[in-house]
Nanobody, 125 residues
Framework: QVRLVESGGGLVQAGGSLRLSCAASGRTFSRNTMAWFRQAPGKEREFVAAINWSGVGTIYGDSVKGRFTISRDNAKNTVYLQMNSLKPEDTAVYYC??????????????????WGQGTQVTVSS
C-alpha cells in the first residue's frame, strides 16, 4: 500500500523559512514525478512545485517562484520543499503528490495519483 507522509510544517513569522519533507513508502517512485500542492481555507487546491524523476526538471507556481525550492532524494524515496521568505499568504495545508505516469512534469492536480494527508503551514505577520 502506497503511503505519503508529510512533515516539517508549523508556525513561522513572515520572512522566515521552513523545510517540508514527504516520505513515500509501499513502492519506489524513482521514475515518477513528485509535487507539492497547497490549499488555504475557502480556496481551491493550488499547485506549488513539481520535480521530475531525475531532479533536473522542476516547475513552480508563479506565487512561489524565487522563494521555494523543490528537491528529491530517490534513495530515500523522499521529496522536499524548502520555503524561504515566507508570507502570510503562504498559509495553507501543504500536500505532496506523486504521479503514476513516469517521465511527466505537470501542474494539474488531476495528473497526480497518490496524495499525502497534508501538513499545516501558518505564517504570521
Amino acid at each position: 500500500q502506497v503511503r505519503l507522509v508529510e512533515s516539517g510544517g508549523g508556525l513561522v513569522q513572515a520572512g522566515g523559512s521552513l523545510r517540508l519533507s514527504c516520505a513515500a513508502s509501499g513502492r519506489t517512485f524513482s521514475r515518477n514525478t513528485m509535487a507539492w500542492f497547497r490549499q488555504a481555507p475557502g480556496k481551491e487546491r493550488e499547485f506549488v512545485a513539481a520535480i521530475n524523476w531525475s531532479g533536473v526538471g522542476t516547475i513552480y507556481g508563479d506565487s512561489v517562484k524565487g522563494r521555494f525550492t523543490i528537491s528529491r532524494d530517490n534513495a530515500k524515496n523522499t521529496v522536499y520543499l524548502q520555503m524561504n521568505s515566507l508570507k502570510p499568504e503562504d498559509t495553507a495545508v501543504y500536500y505532496c503528490a506523486v504521479a503514476e505516469a513516469a517521465y511527466t512534469l505537470g501542474n494539474m492536480a488531476r495528473e497526480y495519483d497518490y496524495w499525502g494527508q497534508g501538513t499545516q503551514v501558518t505564517v504570521s505577520s
